[in-house]
């Protein structure tokens, strides 16, 4: 069953941390790789179905629409349903890139031998059918139960990593047989609580998630890598809360650093490449910040659940919408492991209880922060990010 981008949000709130050392220091480190092709990309569906996106897409210039995939088990080839959106998602994304997230529910997560090779064959057959897909998600937010079950054995041993690392590995050389420059990337969530017995949203943290995919790695001691990007959520606490927050668990942009730790330790030494060795980066594939809607309202549902909204624009009412994406993408730049940054969306969700994270409203007209991301997209693509003012910004 197809998840709807609504159905893909996980829990999105965690503690924050008040130290900034870490992430002034490695916005210092290996200047060289800082800004090295980096990808600016939006989550959208309505690729899908929306015709005359790629005058949107060329006018902001952004690199990829990231599109959602259903999966099933026991499903090898695309349906003709599954074929007919995808046909208009390419048509529809014009001169931009597609990133193929393939999931289905929890319960189907591709946890055995057999159900491994049905889903990699799926994918597989897809990109045979589509040879202009550039890049896959393997599964979305595996750390999460929300998206991916068992996380956990019966006796509370963990599961899951194990797991996808086999994912990983299966659809590696599945996909890279027929499709060598297709890139492979992971997709986790930047929060959990490592409880096996808790009463809602068992997962895995981001540090254990890690941790135990390396582990599984090492004992198969497999002589080929499992994947070509590390695709990491970073939403924060709320949308008021500058990228560069650190966090005492979770991972924001911000925690860049212990992201890349946490990779180093769990496969430096391997066939495994961490972010910023060869051609191997992390991508944060989903990023957003919450606006008000007030201007069109009638084209909202419901009401608003997030008490942490921004403006779209203006100076009285810092941050807003504006200068949390400009900062965010300066950031991602400045990274130098980092290639790639998602918004989600591109246009609003229509119901309130969904997300209003676009550079759109509802009724696909631009939000005044429509220009601020045209334009730190431009900066990007003519690598004119000032890292060192950005730099002394968050000193």
């Given at each position: 069953?197809?998840?709807?981008?609504?159905?893909?949000?996980?829990?999105?709130?965690?503690?924050?941390?008040?130290?900034?050392?870490?992430?002034?220091?490695?916005?210092?480190?290996?200047?060289?790789?800082?800004?090295?092709?980096?990808?600016?990309?939006?989550?959208?569906?309505?690729?899908?179905?929306?015709?005359?996106?790629?005058?949107?897409?060329?006018?902001?210039?952004?690199?990829?629409?990231?599109?959602?995939?259903?999966?099933?088990?026991?499903?090898?080839?695309?349906?003709?349903?599954?074929?007919?959106?995808?046909?208009?998602?390419?048509?529809?994304?014009?001169?931009?890139?597609?990133?193929?997230?393939?999931?289905?529910?929890?319960?189907?997560?591709?946890?055995?031998?057999?159900?491994?090779?049905?889903?990699?064959?799926?994918?597989?057959?897809?990109?045979?059918?589509?040879?202009?897909?550039?890049?896959?998600?393997?599964?979305?937010?595996?750390?999460?139960?929300?998206?991916?079950?068992?996380?956990?054995?019966?006796?509370?041993?963990?599961?899951?990593?194990?797991?996808?690392?086999?994912?990983?590995?299966?659809?590696?050389?599945?996909?890279?047989?027929?499709?060598?420059?297709?890139?492979?990337?992971?997709?986790?969530?930047?929060?959990?609580?490592?409880?096996?017995?808790?009463?809602?949203?068992?997962?895995?943290?981001?540090?254990?998630?890690?941790?135990?995919?390396?582990?599984?790695?090492?004992?198969?001691?497999?002589?080929?890598?499992?994947?070509?990007?590390?695709?990491?959520?970073?939403?924060?606490?709320?949308?008021?809360?500058?990228?560069?927050?650190?966090?005492?668990?979770?991972?924001?942009?911000?925690?860049?650093?212990?992201?890349?730790?946490?990779?180093?330790?769990?496969?430096?030494?391997?066939?495994?490449?961490?972010?910023?060795?060869?051609?191997?980066?992390?991508?944060?594939?989903?990023?957003?910040?919450?606006?008000?809607?007030?201007?069109?309202?009638?084209?909202?549902?419901?009401?608003?659940?997030?008490?942490?909204?921004?403006?779209?624009?203006?100076?009285?009412?810092?941050?807003?919408?504006?200068?949390q994406l400009t900062d965010a993408?300066?950031?991602?730049?400045?990274?130098?492991?980092?290639?790639?940054?998602?918004?989600?969306?591109?246009?609003?969700?229509?119901?309130?209880?969904g997300w209003q994270s676009g550079?759109?409203?509802?009724?696909?007209?631009?939000?005044?922060?429509?220009?601020?991301?045209?334009?730190?997209?431009?900066?990007?693509?003519?690598?004119?990010?000032?890292?060192?003012?950005?730099?002394?910004?968050?000193?």
């Amino acid at each position: 069953m197809q998840l709807r981008m609504t159905q893909r949000r996980g829990l999105v709130r965690s503690m924050l941390g008040a130290a900034l050392v870490v992430v002034v220091a490695a916005l210092a480190a290996t200047p060289a790789l800082a800004g090295r092709g980096l990808v600016v990309g939006v989550n959208e569906d309505a690729a899908k179905w929306r015709p005359g996106l790629s005058a949107i897409g060329n006018d902001l210039n952004f690199g990829y629409y990231r599109v959602t995939q259903g999966w099933q088990p026991g499903q090898t080839q695309p349906s003709a349903s599954d074929t007919e959106s995808l046909t208009a998602a390419l048509a529809n994304a014009g001169s931009q890139k597609i990133l193929l997230s393939v999931s289905g529910t929890s319960s189907a997560a591709p946890a055995t031998a057999s159900s491994r090779a049905e889903y990699c064959s799926f994918v597989s057959s897809v990109l045979d059918r589509f040879p202009q897909i550039a890049a896959v998600n393997i599964w979305n937010e595996a750390n999460l139960s929300y998206f991916w079950k068992p996380q956990f054995n019966r006796n509370g041993s963990s599961a899951a990593p194990a797991a996808y690392e086999a994912l990983l590995a299966r659809c590696y050389d599945t996909i890279k047989s027929g499709h060598p420059s297709v890139r492979l990337i992971t997709s986790i969530s930047p929060r959990g609580n490592d409880n096996p017995r808790a009463r809602s949203n068992i997962s895995h943290s981001a540090r254990n998630f890690i941790k135990k995919m390396g582990q599984a790695y090492r004992r198969s001691h497999r002589r080929a890598r499992i994947f070509d990007a590390w695709g990491q959520n970073i939403y924060g606490s709320n949308s008021k809360e500058r990228p560069w927050a650190r966090h005492r668990l979770d991972i924001g942009e911000g925690d860049y650093a212990r992201l890349l730790s946490y990779l180093k330790s769990a496969f430096g030494g391997t066939r495994q490449p961490v972010p910023g060795q060869k051609d191997v980066r992390i991508w944060y594939l989903e990023d957003g910040f919450q606006t008000s809607i007030a201007p069109k309202r009638s084209f909202y549902l419901s009401s608003e659940t997030d008490r942490h909204v921004v403006e779209p624009l203006g100076r009285s009412s810092l941050p807003n919408q504006a200068s949390q994406l400009t900062d965010a993408v300066r950031l991602a730049y400045c990274q130098p492991a980092v290639g790639g940054w998602f918004n989600f969306l591109l246009a609003d969700e229509p119901s309130l209880h969904g997300w209003q994270s676009g550079v759109l409203f509802a009724d696909w007209t631009p939000k005044p922060s429509y220009q601020a991301f045209k334009s730190v997209i431009a900066e990007v693509k003519a690598d004119r990010v000032n890292c060192a003012k950005l730099r002394a910004r968050i000193k």
